[in-house]
């Protein structure tokens, strides 16, 4: 099983750079940073986590994932690096697809792209996106990318985004471009929305929080699904963002595979510069064997 970290990082923890070395050194196979380029002071989408729907703090803090990537890749050399997740829809596209190449080139193909569409309405409108389109705009803009990603010259026509034929380099130094996990998956619609964007557009899911259990009975539908298309189910990856404990953490890694997951990220905010290498260490001593 592979085990990653998320890192809420911000201008009063220890850098990016320096937490993914102190991950690398502890054999974590990947690294993640999380996106809000913003937090509405009076927002009226509630924190579903929080018993009063705020916010929590650390949101508010948040480096641009591809500036804190950026330093991550120069400190490490084989950790993988990811967004955790990527708000696709509040991006230019062109200018995103720039980055998520100049990224992976110079990083070697380390980069995994987790793309969501966003859960928070008031930063969405803010940011320009009408929020009942949130996904269909980003399937678009992922289709965008991946044309300047591997075509040259390039061009695209689509209802929220077109050009004409233009270069764009560097291409990624993975083929034929960066794995693209959808991060997103709850209950109802939700969730088959999800797997249907995982089918049509994605390399791999990654859920928040899915049980073993439930995540074994959405990728038998997953399964089935990328049947009905012609894809290859074989080759998606899925990733578990904050796995609920299923005992201890070798239980709950060995629940996990069984249930066909392939990467399990651990997800922590309690990176300050004095308390970082303790914090890691104990992660590591518990998930990673």
């Known amino acids: 099983m592979k085990i990653g970290l998320l890192a809420f990082v911000g201008p009063a923890t220890a ?37 009063d729907g705020r916010i929590p703090e650390p949101y508010a803090n948040m480096p641009d994932p591809f500036v804190g990537l950026a330093l991550a890749a120069g400190a490490t050399s084989k950790i993988g690096l990811g967004t955790g997740i990527c708000l696709v829809p509040e991006r230019n596209p062109i200018v995103t697809a720039k980055e998520v190449a100049t990224l992976d080139f110079y990083c070697g193909g380390r980069f995994i792209f987790g793309i969501g569409a966003g859960w928070l309405r008031d930063e969405s409108e803010i940011m320009g996106v009408d929020f009942k389109q949130r996904w269909a705009i980003t399937r678009e803009y992922i289709n965008a990318m991946k044309a300047l990603w591997t075509t040259e010259p390039a061009s695209f026509a689509g209802e929220y985004v077109a050009f004409p034929a233009v270069r764009a380099n560097p291409k990624p130094a993975r083929k034929p471009h960066p794995p693209v996990h959808i991060g997103a998956g709850g209950v109802g619609p939700s969730m088959e929305r999800a797997l249907h964007d995982t089918v049509a557009i994605g390399d791999g899911w990654a859920p928040l929080g899915v049980a073993p259990d439930a995540l074994a009975a959405e990728l038998a539908k997953l399964k089935r699904m990328c049947a009905d298309a012609g894809r290859d189910f074989a080759s998606l990856e899925i990733t578990v963002y904050a796995p609920p404990m299923q005992g201890d953490p070798q239980t709950t890694i060995a629940r996990y595979r069984e249930a066909g997951a392939h990467r399990l990220i651990m997800i922590t905010e309690k990176l300050g510069a004095s308390q970082y290498e303790g914090e890691l260490e104990s992660i590591a001593k518990a998930w990673i064997r």
């Not at 990016?16 to 054999?27: F, H, I, N, T």
């Open 15 to 51: 850098s990016p750079a320096v937490v993914a070395r102190k991950c690398e050194a502890l054999g974590f196979e990947s690294f993640y940073l999380p996106e809000h380029p913003i937090l509405p002071v009076n927002h009226k989408t509630k924190y579903p986590l929080s018993p």
